[in-house]
């Protein structure tokens, strides 16, 4: 395993620890693919019943990386979520579409099918790409100082990836969150129903934890088959499909940028998206 994740048993609790800090838990490849080895870790062990994904340092996660010195989207890494190609030296919308269904895409539709229940544990910053892994976790426990925003609009590009805003929003709440790109806060997220409890940031990990301890005290199978009672009700309320529909549009929009203007980030790097956040 590699630094960037931290894996750690508690009982029959796993805790997983995304651990970049200094760059608030920005998201390389190398964080994800260590993420998902520690989630496999955690599927392995027949000690473990819950998982906690968790962020080191002040901030859950700040999003996918797109500006630090390891960012390495132009590396290659052992595919595990889909059966496609290799992006590194494809050109345009095709090494683009390879690496995020792979990379993004795919990834959380993995991690949503863990058998074991997930839990969140958000503190500070979790943004864009930083929702994604909260809402691919069952529940989410956030501290009274978390904050979330998918600001990727200011992009020219309609939401994250995995385009879960409307099922775990509601559309009305979504429209709002995307159209302003503006941060809401976790009593906000609480009332919108995308949270299940806000919890005094000291006491964050000592209330996520017992709540994990106490669902792992409930039969492994029987967890494992009512996760997927209720994800396939999602999907029947239009998730996975939506998601895929979403996704081709998020890839005109990212060829749209390429063709237009200076990248398929429509010029935005993490700088200047953190300037035009603090104009809101
Ligand atoms: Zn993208």
Same mark, same amino acid.
């Given at each position: ?94 090494? @683009? ?56 609009? @200011? ?126």
């Amino acid at each position: 395993m590699t630094d960037v994740v931290r894996y750690e048993r508690r009982g029959p609790v796993a805790l997983v620890t995304m651990d970049r800090p200094k760059y608030r838990n920005a998201q390389n490849s190398a964080m994800t693919y260590a993420l998902d080895a520690a989630f496999t870790r955690a599927v392995d062990d027949e000690e473990v019943s819950v998982i906690v994904l968790a962020g080191a340092g002040d901030h859950f996660s700040a999003g996918h990386d797109i500006g630090t010195p390891e960012r390495d989207a132009h590396r290659s890494f052992q595919r595990r979520a889909v059966l496609w190609w290799d992006h590194v030296d494809k050109s345009g919308g095709d090494g @683009r579409y390879s690496r995020e269904i792979e990379v993004y895409l795919g990834m959380c539709r993995r991690w949503r099918e863990i058998p074991k229940p997930t839990v969140a544990m958000v503190q500070g910053a979790c943004i864009a790409g930083g929702l994604m892994l909260a809402w691919v976790c069952d529940l989410i426990v956030a501290a009274d100082d978390a904050f979330f925003a998918d600001p990727v609009v @200011r992009m020219g590009i309609p939401g994250v990836e995995y385009f879960a805003h409307p099922w775990v929003l509601g559309p009305r709440a979504a429209k709002e969150v995307l159209f302003t790109g503006e941060r809401f806060d976790a009593r906000r997220a609480y009332e919108w129903g995308m949270v299940n409890r806000v919890v005094p940031r000291d006491r964050l990990e000592e209330e996520t934890v017992a709540l994990a301890g106490r669902i792992a005290g409930m039969p492994r199978f029987g967890l494992a088959l009512t996760k997927r009672a209720v994800n396939q009700a999602e999907d029947l309320m239009g998730l996975r499909a939506g998601m895929d529909s979403a996704f081709g549009l998020h890839h005109f929009a990212h060829a749209h940028n390429a063709e237009t203007s200076a990248d398929p980030l429509g010029g935005m790097d993490a700088r200047a998206m953190r300037r035009e956040g603090r104009r809101d």
